[in-house]
């Protein structure tokens, strides 16, 4: 693998070319935020009724739930649904969905009982919150600064939504910004709003007490798909399959990454056998840090998956470096 590497830390923007919406149901529909309706003969696209059966559930209008920014899990707000926009017209109740006997939704309400959307024509679903940027006065110096003032709902961050799931633990969604609006009309009317495009492959119910991330601070160097490196790099925690890795050196951003793109991640410990080469997969990505899905690790110029035992390998050594 011939790959060059650069002495300094290059300069990447941040996130924000792609369309913000295109990751809800693989389709991309936001000509209805901009009140133009889309045509009616765009193909209908291919709903996970599972995903959304789960999102209502958790996730209902008018529940109490907290969330964090651009995945900054330190930093956490109360927040609550006020409303979903379905193909662009809002509902302010539960009441407003029609579900079958099994808890799925069959037509959403969106006016008078006339005035339904059948589910099977859903275009467009997200989700509106209120502007709770006032809260971040609250925060101490520090974690004010990591999210940047009045910069947490800027379209195109990411917004983490956690709802206590009962009994099964906790649900957490991840969400892009994608407006900041004020309601004409309605219950809401001239009040500062969110609207939040969820992204349903990152809903996911946890039981708290098998999950299992641990801290570490190891040094790595990610290697980008056209052979350029980026600049130093810290793993900040691993857990089953995954590794949370921040930028190192103030006042510089992560490179711009997608969503399944594949890099390479070199892990030097300090020791000839403690040297990794992993290749990873780009699971989430923030302007400082970014998670990675461990798809293999090369070994004798080859690809080979993990074991079990090479995880537990690979942990261990995080776990003793500079020890």
Not at 226 to 253: A, H, K, N, W
Not at 271 to 292: D, L, M, N, P
Request: hydrophobic share 35%; proline share 5%; net charge positive.
């Amino acid at each position: 693998m011939s790959r060059q590497r650069f002495e300094a830390w290059p300069t990447w923007g941040l996130i924000g070319s792609h369309n913000v919406l295109k990751t809800i149901f693989g389709k991309t529909f936001g000509a209805s935020l901009a009140g133009n309706q889309p045509p009616g003969n765009v193909p209908l696209m291919k709903i996970d009724l599972d995903r959304i059966r789960t999102l209502i559930e958790f996730f209902q209008i008018g529940k109490k739930l907290r969330y964090y920014p651009e995945f900054k899990q330190d930093i956490v707000f109360d927040t609550l649904v006020v409303a979903y926009c379905v193909n662009g017209h809002f509902i302010y109740s539960m009441e407003s969905i029609a579900r079958d006997p099994e808890g799925y939704p069959t037509a959403f309400h969106t006016g008078d009982i006339k005035d339904h959307t059948p589910v099977a024509k859903l275009k467009e679903f997200l989700l509106l919150v209120p502007d709770t940027s006032d809260l971040e006065m609250k925060l101490d110096y520090h974690r004010r600064a990591l999210i940047g003032r009045g910069r947490q709902f800027n379209k195109g961050n990411y917004i983490t939504l956690i709802s206590n799931a009962g009994g099964r633990g906790v649900s957490t969604l991840d969400t892009e910004v994608a407006k900041q609006t004020v309601l004409p009309d309605g219950p809401y009317a001239h009040m500062k709003m969110i609207l939040l495009a969820p992204e349903l492959h990152t809903l996911v119910v946890t039981d708290q007490r098998k999950k299992s991330r641990t801290r570490t601070y190891a040094p790595v160097t990610i290697s980008l798909p056209d052979g350029q490196f980026s600049g130093p790099c810290t793993i900040v925690d691993i857990s089953e399959g995954e590794v949370r890795i921040r930028v190192r050196d103030r006042g510089t951003t992560m490179p711009l990454m997608h969503k399944g793109e594949q890099v390479v991640i070199d892990i030097e410990l300090g020791e000839a056998e403690k040297h990794y080469t992993i290749q990873g997969s780009v699971i989430r990505r923030s302007a400082e840090t970014c998670v990675f899905h461990l798809a293999g690790q090369y070994a004798d110029g080859k690809l080979n998956s993990f074991s079990a035992l090479d995880l537990l390998e690979l942990k261990a050594a995080l776990l003793n470096y500079g020890k």
